[in-house]
T-cell receptor, first 112, second 117 residues
Framework: DSGVTQTPKHLITATGQRVTLRCSPR?????VYWYQQSLDQGLQFLIQ???????AKGNILERFSAQQFPDLHSELNLSSLELGDSALYFC???????????FGPGTRLTVL | AQTVTQSQPEMSVQEAETVTLSCTYD???????LFWYKQPPSRQMILVIR??????QNATENRFSVNFQKAAKSFSLKISDSQLGDTAMYFC??????????????FGQGTELSVKP
């Protein structure tokens, strides 16, 4: 158990819908990262927050957004979902940028 | 832009034997970190080992060790005394710890390792 929690574990929804994925970092960690793992794209970095502020952005679609709240938990919002958004979404946390990242169990999103 | 390449999509090894997984990367940076992560069938991402680019000594964690060749931009993982529980997908990852990079991980495509009894 890495200490990073993600909810829900599985999510099945339809095209065009909007979903929210939630992540709670390890106690004491200020940085949260979101990654997407799909068969065709592999593991890709989406976005990072540090203590509530956006620090780095990867290949995140405009339909996706994220935020980190004062209690340091983070949410990833995916809207206007397409079939290609089906993937495993990981959250990871670290003490700060440049430190070891510990991954949550992931949320499996299936878009039908 | 940094890239990470794992040229072996699949490998297999007999239990108790030694296996080496390859990884090459491309960067113009001098300060960076390299990692190996393991993803078993449960899909959990587990950190196996970490190497700082400024350290000449190769990192070791129990049965896992790396061969870090900075000039060649090569970072291979050696698993000694392979166990059935080592069966997993292994990902090589690069990190630039500078402020504007945020410490994001750039992953290779993965190597699926099967340990056979």
């Amino acid at each position: 158990d890495s200490g990073v929690t993600q909810t829900p574990k599985h999510l099945i929804t339809a095209t065009g819908q909007r979903v929210t994925l939630r992540c709670s970092p390890r106690s004491g960690d200020l940085s949260v990262y979101w990654y997407q793992q799909s068969l065709d794209q592999g593991l890709q970095f989406l976005i990072q927050y540090y203590n509530g502020e956006e620090r780095a952005k990867g290949n995140i679609l405009e339909r996706f957004s994220a935020q980190q709240f004062p209690d340091l938990h983070s949410e990833l919002n995916l809207s206007s979902l397409e079939l290609g958004d089906s993937a495993l979404y990981f959250c990871a946390s670290s003490v700060g940028g440049g430190w070891e990242q510990f991954f949550g169990p992931g949320t499996r999103l299936t878009v039908l | 832009a940094q890239t990470v390449t794992q040229s072996q999509p699949e490998m297999s090894v007999q239990e108790a034997e030694t296996v080496t997984l390859s990884c090459t990367y491309d960067t113009s940076e001098n300060n960076y970190y390299l990692f190996w992560y393991k993803q078993p069938p449960s899909r959990q991402m587990i950190l196996v080992i970490r190497q700082e680019a400024y350290k000449q000594q190769n990192a070791t964690e129990n049965r896992f060790s790396v061969n870090f060749q900075k000039a060649a931009k090569s970072f291979s993982l050696k698993i000694s005394d392979s166990q059935l529980g080592d069966t997993a997908m292994y990902f090589c990852a690069f990190m630039n710890p500078s402020y504007n990079q945020g410490g994001k991980l750039i992953f290779g495509q993965g190597t699926e390792l099967s340990v056979k009894p």
